[in-house]
């Protein structure tokens, strides 16, 4: 059974950093693509960034050149380095698995895994940016 475990979520004020912990285990296959996805109160789930097998990465521009996704497979961990924090990113933040690409085929375009795509999620950690 796949399992995902977030933490380091917390509160910090605006400006500073926060680094995102996804432990999985249980997921057996090769290829995969792991994403981090976020929730505020009655808003979307929302896609911040995502990472292939392959190590091909993606982030949202609404958080490009702040928040870094990385991997590390000896330890079975996704991480989300936040920097620059801002009270617009404060949200429920959640990791999420899938045993496909992180690129969906649409037609001749192609996109990324959107968060109803994917079949495993952890249970989330909060962040919260304050002034």
């Known amino acids: 059974q796949v399992h995902l475990v977030e933490s380091g979520g917390g509160s910090v004020q605006s400006g500073g950093s926060l680094r995102l912990s996804c432990g999985v285990s249980?997921?057996?296959?090769?290829?995969?693509?792991l994403g981090w996805f976020r929730q505020a109160p009655g808003q979307p789930r929302e896609r911040v960034a995502d990472?292939?097998?392959?190590?091909?990465?993606s982030v949202a521009d609404s958080v490009k050149g702040r928040f870094t996704i990385s991997q590390d497979n000896t330890k079975n961990t996704l991480y989300l380095q936040m920097n620059s924090l801002k009270p617009e990113d404060t949200a429920m933040y959640f990791c999420a698995l899938d045993g496909g690409g992180c690129w969906i085929q649409v037609g001749r375009d192609r996109r990324r895994r959107g968060s109803h795509e994917y079949n495993y999620w952890g249970q989330g950690t909060q962040v919260t940016v304050s002034n």
């Open positions: 249980g997921y057996m296959y090769s290829g995969y693509c």
């Open positions: 990472i292939g097998s392959d190590g091909d990465t």
